[in-house]
């Protein structure tokens, strides 16, 4: 059964993803959840996200939210076997340099900047809007204190996506409603096998067991087979 990384964004802990990882676990899955914050730059990121697959041998990736943009980077060094983008950007096939934050994100965060830093992820919105992303009070508090505060010049990082590399990827989408709606017909019309459920952003915390779930239906369709070889 290959192994499981769970590629969170950068602005969301580890702790975020523990849960899942435990359920994943119990079931017989190997799983190694990355942490890729506070990063500075999109090449920081990068190297989290290549430092958490190493030298596994075969690998799926399960990428959340902004994590997705660093995918293309990953199929390029045929690190991983297929991935699961799980409520996550989805970058164009064509290709291109993409910014590392959406910039209708980043104009609602550069006001927010203090000391040359971002807000934690948790304190991006009123209380009570955040608290309804969590299962409990307990679960809100272990993520919180675990959020970087992410520096504000990755507001300004970009990412190389390659021209054509979703060519015979294996991959799967699984959205949380529809905030991802056109990364879902994206894949829908790439051919990947979709599937979307009725919870926020951070559905793998509020219902790990069902996302598991999903995720092992996703990762069956996506299949097991490898990704196109690297480009020279």
């Known amino acids: 059964m290959p192994d499981l990384v769970l590629l969170g964004s950068v602005f969301l802990p580890a702790a975020a993803f523990d849960p899942l990882a ?59 076997t297929s991935i699961v983008f799980m409520d996550a950007v989805l970058p164009a096939p064509t290709g291109g ?66 021209a054509g590399w979703t060519d015979g990827l294996r991959a799967a989408y699984l959205a949380f409603g529809d905030a991802y709606a056109d990364e879902r017909l994206l894949a829908e019309s790439l051919g990947w096998a979709t599937q979307t459920m009725e919870l926020a952003h951070l559905g793998h915390l509020q219902r790990p067991a069902e996302v598991a779930d999903a995720l092992e239906v996703l990762i069956e369709a996506a299949g097991s087979g490898g990704l196109p070889p690297r480009r020279p």
Do not use: K, Q
């Open 22 to 80: 435990e359920v994943l676990e119990r079931r017989g899955r190997t799983v190694r959840v990355a942490d890729a914050g506070p990063a500075a730059t999109a090449e920081d990121v990068l190297a989290a996200y290549r430092a958490a697959i190493a030298e596994r041998g075969d690998v799926i990736g399960v990428a959340h939210s902004n994590a997705g943009t660093y995918m293309p980077a990953l199929v390029a060094d045929g690190a991983l």
């Open 97 to 162: 340099v993409v910014p590392a934050v959406r910039p209708d994100l980043g104009g609602l965060l550069r006001p927010l900047v203090v000391d040359d830093a971002l807000p934690r992820w948790t304190e991006w919105w009123p209380p009570e809007t955040v608290r309804a992303l969590f299962p409990d009070e307990a679960t809100f508090e272990r993520v919180h204190a675990a959020t970087p505060r992410v520096p504000a010049s990755y507001l300004g990082a970009a990412v190389d996506v390659p």
